[in-house]
């Protein structure tokens, strides 16, 4: 099936493509909004998760039962902010490296992994220290 182009698709890519924040549908829908006043929720869900089959944008399931989406499609790490919820991307890993060192006594193959850190973000943390 050829998926055809469609304006509400690229509105959306278009606000999430920088986002670093991880939105789930509900933001993408209140955003896409301004501009598509007859979208539903519905239709923009429909579109991320095409989009998501086609390899142009990820989901990360952080456990709390909404779905965020990430423009980044590459390998990375995430951390959730226990007081706000905030999803917030960890670069530091060596993934390669965790890799090497859970497939060390796993007799399988790994192909990948995924890992969540927890704790309090960067406002969080400032608004606890005042
Ligand atoms: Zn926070
Ligand atoms: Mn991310």
Redesign the pocket.
Known sequence: MAIKYSRQREAIWEYLKDR?D?PTADDIYIAVRKDFPNISLGTVYRNIMLMKNMGRIRT?DVGDGIIHF?P?TSE?D?FICSQCGK?V?IDAADIEEVKKLAAHNFPGRIDGYSAFFYGLCEDCLKKKQQ
Do not use: L, T
Request: proline share 0%; net charge negative.
């Open positions: 670093k991880h990360v990430d980044n990375h995430h999803v991307d």
